[in-house]
């Protein structure tokens, strides 16, 4: 089961190095006028800024990442969806939606017998996947999921392209109104500092750039690795972390385990090392596990991995005094 953890930080490294450039979103065209329901013709503008028109409407969609299948799903338009990746695995009704293989090498022969009305690809999406497929003429599209704004945009944008007003989607309101209607946490003291690790295999973290740094920040951490240059998701060096001495340590697994044998498989591997158990997350009994695969997705679950942080962040703020 280790093996998928370590997939899912090839992932993200393939992820960083594909995904859209960081610039400004345009506005979403969607739906044109007199169009209804989502078989109508219309054009449709991805996170990149193309747009794709849609003359027949879209009544089959190809998933491309689990991101925008869990979306999809939540908005409620997932009859549309005709074709999704090996880890396209939430909700439990997408079992029985054909699957066109992994996540960087989709079978474009499985994609192009399902002949859909679009194919929705993210930054996980090798660009030369989606230039191939854009030369069979199949409207191929971009979404970004790299931040919680951008979450936000392509939810919007997947809102339009079925022809689905947001407000009537109770998982789309929750996310609005968490991370765009609501107030930051206030937190006293010094807050604490966050490193947000994947796996066992090395200490793969979340860096700047990432909806991982949002939600730490967004409760009050600060997220140690935002320092690093050198990548969205780098590999550190053991020296590395011991030298940020986190206050929190937040482990993800992208299994179904325990969170009790994911610690276990966490402190068996790196807390019975020299100089481990001065780092304050291990001092304090600061090391938490999230499995499942709701850290690796950045799809509606996010929100109850949101209420995870707030609690370990806030149970970890440093009084004042204590930070003189």
Request: aromatic share 8%; net charge negative.
């Amino acid at each position: 089961m280790r093996g998928i953890s370590l997939i899912f930080v090839i992932a993200l490294l393939a992820m960083a190095a594909c995904g859209p450039p960081d610039q400004p979103e345009s506005e979403s065209a969607g739906t044109q006028a007199g169009s209804s329901g989502a078989s109508a013709a219309m054009t449709w503008t991805d996170s990149d800024g193309t747009t794709h028109p849609l003359p027949d409407g879209v009544d089959a969609v190809v998933s491309l990442a689990p991101s925008i299948t869990e979306w999809t799903f939540a908005l409620g338009a997932g009859k549309y969806v005709k074709g999704r990746t090996d880890f396209c695995r939430w909700p439990s009704e997408v079992a029985d939606v054909p699957s066109v293989g992994g996540l960087t090498t989709p079978s474009i022969e499985k994609i192009l017998s399902m002949k859909p009305s679009i194919i929705l690809a993210s930054g996980l999406t090798p660009e030369p996947v989606v230039k191939q497929l854009r030369q069979y003429g199949i409207p191929t599209a971009q979404l970004d999921f790299s931040s919680t704004a951008r979450i936000g945009d392509s939810v919007g944008r997947l809102a339009d392209l079925f022809d689905i007003p947001e407000s009537d989607t109770a998982m789309v309101r929750s996310w609005k109104t968490h991370f765009s209607g609501g107030e930051k946490p206030q937190l006293s003291g010094r807050p604490p500092g966050v490193v947000v690790l994947f796996g066992t295999s090395g200490l793969f973290c979340a860096g700047s750039g990432t909806f991982v740094e949002d939600l730490v920040e967004f409760h009050g951490g600060r997220n140690l690795p935002s320092t690093l240059d050198s990548s969205n998701w780098p590999e550190v060096a053991e020296e590395t972390l011991l030298g940020w001495k986190p206050d929190i340590i937040i482990v993800h697994f992208d299994e179904d385990i325990s969170a009790e044998t994911g610690l276990s498989r966490f402190m068996s591997r790196w807390g019975i090392r020299p100089l481990w158990p001065e780092i304050p997350a291990l001092r304090h009994g600061r090391v938490h596990v999230i499995t499942d695969s709701r850290l690796s997705v950045p799809g509606p679950r996010i929100l109850s991995v949101s209420d995870d942080f707030q609690r370990w962040i806030g149970e970890a703020q440093i009084p004042e005094e204590k930070s003189r």
